[in-house]
C-alpha cells in the first residue's frame, strides 16, 4: 500500500480538508501529521484549540489511518521518518509564502521519486464563513487578551511590532515572510505613546490622553487578533492608573507597560539632553501594586519599565529596582537603553536572570539595533519591541511623495513608488 501524507494546521475540519483526505484516499494509506503549536504560530495563526483536540479531531476522520505530530512548517523530518510516496496539498501553497513549503517537500520527494499533487483549494462561503469566525473568536478580548502569557509560553522569544493605526495593524496581522526556507511573522503588537503621539502630530508627553489612546486600541482591534502590549507611559496618577487597568483588561489588551518616571515625561530617547525625573522605588511599586490588586483576570500583565540606564543613574540602581518591582507585584519588567551597543543592556539581562529565571524580560532595541532575536533570547529576553519602525519607515515615503507632487506638477513621478490602486481598494477584507 503507497502512503500518502498531508499535514493540517486547522482547528476545525471543514469540506476542504475532507476534500484532501478523499482525494488522498484514492492514492493510497492516508497519514496526517498535525502541526504542532509552536509551528503554526510562526506561519498561521494561534489555534482556538488545544494541540490535544485538534488531534483528536483528525483522528476522528474514518479514512484517516495514522496520525502524527508535525513539529515543523518544512517537512524534512516527517520526509525522513515516514518516506511517503505521496504528499497532497491544496493548490494554494503554488504561489506567496507557502510556495517555500512545497520547494522544500519537492526537493525531498525528489531524492526518491516521490510526488506531490495539488488539489485545488477549496475557496467558497462556507470555508470563508469558518474562517471568519475562527478569526472573530482570536480578536475577542477573552481570547486575546491571555495570548501574551501563552505565546511567552512558546516561543523562544515574542516579536511585538508597533502600531498605531488600522492600518498599521494590518500590517502587523498580515505581513509573513519566507527567509532561507523559514517562515515568520510577527507574534504581537506594541502601541507606542511615541507613535500614537506622532501620527496625531503631537509630542509624547503624555499629552494625547487616555481617551484618545483607547480609540487607537479601538481602531487597532476592530481589524486583527494578535495580542496588544500598551505603551501606558508612567501610569499617570496611580487613583488614575487603576482605571487604566480595568479599561485596558476589558478591552482584550494583554499588557501595560509603565515606566518609573513621574512629573512631565519625555520619550527615553531623549536620555538626559532633557530634564526627566525618575519615581521613587516606594512610589512607583506602591503603583504598581495598586494596578495588580484592580485587575480582574489573570491574564493581563503589568510590566515594569526601568528608566535607570536611559537616564545614567546606573546598572545596581536598574537592578535594585527590578528586584522591587517584581516584589511589589510587576509581571514582567522592560530594561531600556538608549546606547549603540547593547552591552548595558545584556549585562542587565544576564544579571537579573541570575537571581530571577522566570519574570519576563522586555526590550526595545531602537539604537542598539545590531542585536538579533536570537542573541537576545540567550540571555534571558522574553519578548522584543520593534518600537516605532513603521511610523519611521512611512514617514519619509510620504515626505518623499509630497515634495515630489510639488515639484513635477503632477502625480506621474511618484506613481511607480506607490501600491496600486486595485491592491489599496482590495488591501481591507470584508466581512
Ligand atoms: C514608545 O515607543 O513610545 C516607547 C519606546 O516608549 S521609546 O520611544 O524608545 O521610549
Ligand atoms: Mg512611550
Redesign the pocket.
Known sequence: MKKVYTCFCTDVIHEGHRNIIHEAGKYGEVIVGVLSDEAMIRFNRFPTVSFEERMQIVKDIGEVSQVMVQNDVMYDRVVREIRPDYVIHGDNWLEGPMKAIRDNVASLLSTYGGQIIDVPYTCNERVKTIDDRIKAKLAMPEYRRKRLRQLIEIRPIVKAI?VHSGITGLIAEKTIVEHQGELDQFDAM?I??????TAKGKP?IELVDMTSRFRTIDDVTEVTTKPIIF?G?TGGQTEHFVYTVRTLEKMGVSAV?I?DKTGLKK???FGTEVEQTQDSIEGFSAKIAAGKKAQLTDDFMIIA?IESL?LERGMEDALNRAQAFVSAGADGIMI?S?KKSPAEIIEFCDRFREEDKNTPIVV?P??FNSITEAELADHGVNIV?Y??QLTRSAFPAMQKTAEDILRYHRAQEVDSRLLPIKDIITLIDEI
Do not use: G, K, Y
Open positions: 508597533e506594541w507606542s505613546s511615541l507613535c500614537d503621539s509624547d505603551d507611559d507597560i515606566e520619550n527615553s530617547l519599565r536611559i531600556h538608549r526595545v531602537s539604537s519591541i518600537a516605532n
